[in-house]
Structures are given as C-alpha cells and as structure tokens.
Nanobody
Framework: QLQLVESGGGLVQPGGSLRLSCAAS????????IGWFRQAPGKEREGVSSISSSGGRTYYADSVKGRFTISRDNAKNTVYLQMNTLKPEDTAVYYCAANTFIATMDPRPYDYWGQGTQVTVAS
C-alpha cells in the first residue's frame, strides 16, 4: 500500500513561486506514475501535471504549461512540482496521486491519493 504526503503549500503573492513535494512510502516508488491535481472551491478536480515512473515523460495542463515543472527523485521517493509565476487562479488544494500504468491527467486511473496541500495566491 502506497502512502503519499504533500507539502510545500502556502500563501504567495501573484508572480511568486512555490515548490510542492509529494513524498511516498510503503511500496516500490519506481513502479508508479505520479500526477498532480488541484481542486478549487466549487470546482471539479483538475489535472495539473503528470510524470512517468522513470521521469522521462512529463505532461502539463495548458493552463500551467511554461510555468510549472514536474520532476521526481526516485532515490528520495519524492516528486516535485515547481510552480513559478503564480496567478490567483492557481489557488486550490493540490493533491498528488499514483497509479502503476498510465501517465495521464485524468484522475480516474489513480489508485492512491495524498491528503492535499493548500496553495493560495493573493496579494
């Protein structure tokens, strides 16, 4: 059973940066695709980015392309989401999730989810 714990959220001004971390434990991390998702109040959960198990393939939502970068360190069982040039519309709870077979920003294939970390972009 894989456990995921997100960290790194907080309050940041527009134009600022944050780096989210997703730390995994309980299973062989290298097997898993990791995705980042977010959910704002009153909105559906949306895919932000995903990364293949090796880290060789990455995917981004159009809304974050060029501003966010996903990466992973399998030796540390951790995936990162570097978020730059943040906008108020990036405000949401950010979740990481894992599955073993497809790198996608559709949440349905993901079997394991973290508890989320709040990101608030405001002046």
């Amino acid at each position: 059973q894989l456990q995921l714990v997100e960290s790194g959220g907080g309050l940041v001004q527009p134009g600022g940066s944050l780096r989210l971390s997703c730390a995994a434990s309980g299973s062989t991390f290298d097997y898993y695709v990791i995705g980042w998702f977010r959910q704002a109040p009153g909105k559906e959960r949306e895919g932000v980015s995903s990364i293949s198990s090796s880290g060789g393939r990455t995917y981004y939502a159009d809304s974050v392309k060029g501003r966010f970068t996903i990466s992973r360190d399998n030796a540390k069982n951790t995936v990162y989401l570097q978020m730059n040039t943040l906008k108020p519309e990036d405000t949401a709870v950010y979740y990481c999730a894992a599955n073993t077979f497809i790198a996608t920003m559709d949440p349905r294939p993901y079997d394991y989810w973290g508890q989320g970390t709040q990101v608030t972009v405001a002046s």
